[in-house]
């Protein structure tokens, strides 16, 4: 299972930290990605991180804005997302693919377990 919270309405310009808890699985083997959806917009991968060696990919939209970590004895991934835009308002779900590594990880659409969703408001 993965849970997803941390979201919010904030203005823009702020910053927010998503948290996603995972159990049930193999942490250890499998990469945690971060995807949002905005109203009217299919699902698009923002971020993700691998369970092999912490190496991680971003949506050339928040790169240098968004940063993916992974806590293992927590067995938490967290996105620390700043600077803040309202065109990042959507809702924000975390997901287990089945592999351990991030590559194609926006196209692939190989995971297999997703959480329930946050939302991320962003507005003046």
């Known amino acids: 299972q993965l849970q997803a919270s941390g979201g919010g309405s904030v203005q823009p310009g702020d910053s927010l930290r998503l948290s996603c808890e995972v159990s049930?699985?193999?942490?250890?083997?499998?990469?945690i990605g971060w995807f949002r959806q905005a109203p009217g917009k299919e699902r698009e991968g923002v971020s993700c991180?691998?369970?092999?060696?912490?190496?991680?990919d971003y949506a050339d939209l928040v790169k240098g804005r968004f940063t993916i970590s992974r806590d293992n004895a927590k067995k938490t991934v967290y996105l620390q997302m700043n600077s803040l835009k309202p065109e990042d308002t959507a809702v924000y779900y975390c997901?287990?693919?089945?592999?351990?590594?991030?590559?194609?990880?926006?196209?692939?659409?190989?995971?297999?377990?997703w959480g329930q969703g946050t939302q991320v408001t962003v507005s003046s």
């Open positions: 997901a287990a693919r089945i592999w351990s590594y991030c590559s194609d990880y926006a196209t692939k659409g190989d995971f297999n377990s």
């Open positions: 049930g699985f193999t942490w250890d083997y499998q990469a």
């Open positions: 991180i691998s369970s092999s060696d912490g190496s991680t």
